[in-house]
């Protein structure tokens, strides 16, 4: 899929996570996602406005972002547009950012394909995770009820991760298979038995659908995000602090998800962080069981 026929597909790019399980490196003033983990020296949101920026174009990228990280975004990405750069007064979590922006692109485009990404991820392997995205995006368009979610194939019992069950074959062309449940962070014995039993994904926090459909879907799960969001932004402090996980997908039924063979890892704790920073050959300060600077 190039740039010339992704036309319908917008991405939204998500920064409003702290980053608190990586304090004292990730802060207020710079969370994680303007972290550079890599050795080429590039921020996580700027690696993954790179990688999206492949597959739809500059115009079509919307952030999601706090007030008060705006100059950090525009250093990343300073040709973003006024109207795609959305700044949220307070951060209220996941389904309130995604409903200002589907919002947004239905008042603006009328409808279209959402790629809603986290912003403070490591993805190994940009050609094999674009495919999986372009699958879902494919799915979509064939399926604009549906929500596409991308799971990644565990690989160890971690604690740290939500999961996603998996079952059956939604469309067995495309690799994309319907969600039976989404589980909470599991203890150790959980995450095991999730392990082997080989139902389950860790969900990646990146989902696909259109914007009418994911502003349905929150107007009948979520109906206070709506209210709020009808009376205009000045009333978004009123949000309530949600996930979409919470919000709409753990009760919605229309979900499915699309894999790859891709390394992925979600940078939610020093052990992870570290890992990848020896990977880039980053060199690192650790003290009292945290990394403190990253050199």
């Not at 203890?187 to 926090?205: E, H, P, V």
């Not at 919605?252 to 020093?270: E, H, K, L, P, Q």
């Amino acid at each position: 899929m190039s740039n010339r026929n992704a036309k319908d597909v917008y991405a939204v790019i998500l920064v409003g996570g702290k980053g608190k399980r990586l304090m004292p490196l990730s802060t207020d003033a710079r969370p994680k996602a303007f972290l550079s983990v890599k050795h080429n020296g590039v921020t996580m949101f700027g690696d993954t406005l790179a990688r999206i920026g492949r597959l739809v174009g500059e115009d079509n990228i919307m952030v999601v972002a706090n007030a008060a990280h705006s100059k950090l975004v525009r250093i990343d990405f300073p040709g973003v547009r006024r109207g795609n750069l959305l700044l949220e007064p307070v951060s209220r979590n996941t389904a309130p950012a995604i409903a200002l922006a589907a919002h947004a692109i239905k008042k603006r485009f009328g409808d279209g394909v959402m790629v809603v990404l986290p912003s403070d991820q490591y993805i190994i392997g940009d050609r094999e995770y674009l495919g999986a995205v372009k699958k879902g995006i494919n799915f979509i368009r064939k399926n604009q009820d549906a929500i596409v979610v991308l799971g990644v194939k565990p690989a160890s019992p971690s604690t740290q991760l939500g999961y996603i069950k998996a079952q059956g074959s939604g469309c067995k062309a495309q690799n994309v298979y319907k969600v039976t449940k989404f589980e909470e962070k599991p203890d150790i014995k959980t995450a095991k038995r999730y392990l082997q039993s080989g139902q389950y994904l860790w969900n990646s926090g990146a989902f696909i659908f259109t914007a009418g459909s994911i502003l349905n879907n929150i107007k009948r799960f979520a109906p206070r995000i709506s209210e709020v969001l009808n009376k205009g932004t000045k009333h978004y402090r009123d949000m309530p602090d949600i996930s979409i996980d919470y919000a709409v997908m753990e009760k919605a039924g229309n979900i499915y998800c699309v894999t790859g063979s891709y390394g992925w890892n979600d940078m939610g704790s020093f052990d992870s962080l570290i890992s990848v920073m020896r990977r880039e050959r980053r060199n690192f300060v650790f003290e009292d069981g945290k990394v403190t600077a990253i050199l």
